[in-house]
Every structure is written in C-alpha cells, then in structure tokens.
C-alpha cells in the first residue's frame, strides 16, 4: 500500500467542497504583493513621469493603472508564484498532523499457545507501533486478543489487517479509536453497577455505555439474521430480554458476562423492598 507523502503540497490544502485555497498570513501576503508589484510601478511610473501630460493626467492614470494591476496582476500572480511560500504555516501544520500518532482498536483469534503472542507482537512491531493495552479473552478454538494500538500516522487499515495476519491472527478486525479507550473499563463497570443499583430502570442505558452499543427496538431484535456476535441479548425480570447490537465490532464473552452482572443487579435491587422511614 502506497503511503501518502510526508510533504504535502500546496494544492492539497484545498478545500473539499470550494475548492478554494485558505486564506494565507496578512504579512506573508503583504510581502508577496510588495513583491510582485514594485517593479511593475516603477516601470509604469517611469513611462508615465516622462510624457508631457497634465499633472492631473498623470495622476489618474497612475491611480487607474495601480489599482488594474493590483486586482488583475499583482494578487493572481503573488498567489501563483508565491504560492507555497504564502501557505507555508499551514504546509507545516498539515505535516506535523499527518505524522502524529494515531490510536487503533484492534481485535484478533490467535492459538492458543505459546509464541502466538510474541509472534502477533513483533508484526506489529514492523509498523513501528506501540501497544498501549491489551486483554486476552479465552474462546472456542484458541484466544480473543483485544489491542489499543499507537501507530505512526501514516499507517492505514489495510496495512494494520496485513501484520495482523502475518503475526498469525485471523478474523481480525481494527477501528480508529480515541484516548478514551484508555479508560479503566473495570472502574466504568463499578460506576454502572452503582448507578443501576440507585435506579434499575437505567439498566439498558447502563449497557449500551458500557459496551458503546445501541439498543435495539423489540421490532427489530426480533428479527433474524446471520449469527455474527454483534448482537447481544440480556435477560430482564420487568419487560423481557433487552437486544444490543454493536455493527462490525462482535460483543467478546467478557462483555457479554458483564451486561448479564449488570442485569443481575439490576433484578436484585428491583425486587429488593424498600425500607421503611423507621428503617432509613
């Protein structure tokens, strides 16, 4: 895969749906314009000077023939000449980003057994990535392996899914992902159980935070489709089972155990009698 250049170009910077170029710094454009129309008023105040007009003449054709040349001349001419030189800082900015680091879920069934690890780790090591965290989920056939990449920003999706399967893994998936990945998951899960131990009814918002999944209505849960993992289905005592469905990203055996803990709460705390005033 062909990596995209670590020096954009000028044109780059473009916008996408204008198709204009951004507006470049006050004083770089300044300096461009001073540049490109000096020597064109000197000449044409050299012709002018020396002919034998009125000196109300010559002043408006001075002041007619600067303002032609600074709409017509002068600012096209800066813009095209110049035109990496005024955009410079952003060319900058635009390189700094496109090197910067960027964060990567990623998901893979390695065997279960030894050096699968290590020879997962260093093709990922060829991408000069850094892994950040990572959770081994125990499944039929071998293991789930859970990373949170930091790779250089030129690494793309392909080239991530290419050292994932040459380091042994198959059925990987990855997905762009933030810092908020990082988050303590046990911590998150403790802060739900508290709050679904207040107030039962949070359960199904409980969950789909938990797991980032959206809740599916009773019309389409109940709906078939192919058995990928992306949906989960968790019992409640009150109102039935509540459906889950997370596309492209299959829910792990430990996400699943932890909605089920959820929901248990959830039932132990709803059928739990209140106290009394004299109790409280």
């Not at 034998?52 to 303002?67: D, G, I, M, N």
């Not at 789930?144 to 990987?172: I, K, M, N, Q, Y």
Request: glycine share 4%.
């Amino acid at each position: 895969m062909k990596h995209p250049s670590s020096h954009p170009t000028a044109q780059e910077l473009r916008c996408e749906v204008c198709g204009q170029m951004p507006e470049p710094p006050k004083a770089r454009l300044t300096v461009a314009n001073v540049a490109v129309m000096l020597p064109i008023e000197l000449l044409v105040h050299a012709l002018v000077v020396e002919t034998h007009l009125p000196y109300v003449a010559k002043v408006l054709v001075l002041a007619l023939t600067a303002t032609v040349l600074v709409i017509w001349v002068a600012e096209p001419s800066a813009a095209r000449l110049l035109l990496r030189w005024l955009h410079a800082p952003a060319l900058r900015r635009r390189r700094q980003l496109a090197a910067a680091p960027s964060l990567w879920r990623a998901r893979t069934m390695l065997r279960d057994q030894p050096g699968s690890l290590q020879r997962i780790t260093r093709a990922l090591a060829r991408l000069d990535s850094n892994i950040l965290s990572i959770h081994v989920h125990p499944v039929p056939g071998g293991v789930l392996d859970e990373f949170v990449l930091s790779v250089p920003g030129h690494v793309r999706e392909r080239e991530l899914l290419t050292a994932l399967h040459d380091g042994g893994g198959s059925s990987s998936h990855v997905w762009p992902t933030t810092a908020l990945a990082m988050a303590d998951g046990q911590t998150k899960a403790l802060s739900l159980a508290a709050r679904i131990a207040a107030a039962p009814d949070e359960l199904p918002l409980a969950v789909a935070e938990l797991l980032h999944a959206r809740i599916l209505p009773p019309s389409d849960a109940a709906g078939t489709g192919p058995d990928d993992g992306t949906r989960l289905k968790i019992p409640t005592a009150w109102d039935g089972p509540i459906t889950f469905s997370r596309p492209g990203e299959p829910f792990t055996p430990a996400e699943s155990a932890r909605a089920h803990r959820l929901a248990e709460v959830a039932e132990i705390t709803s059928y739990r009698p209140a106290a009394s005033p004299t109790e409280r």
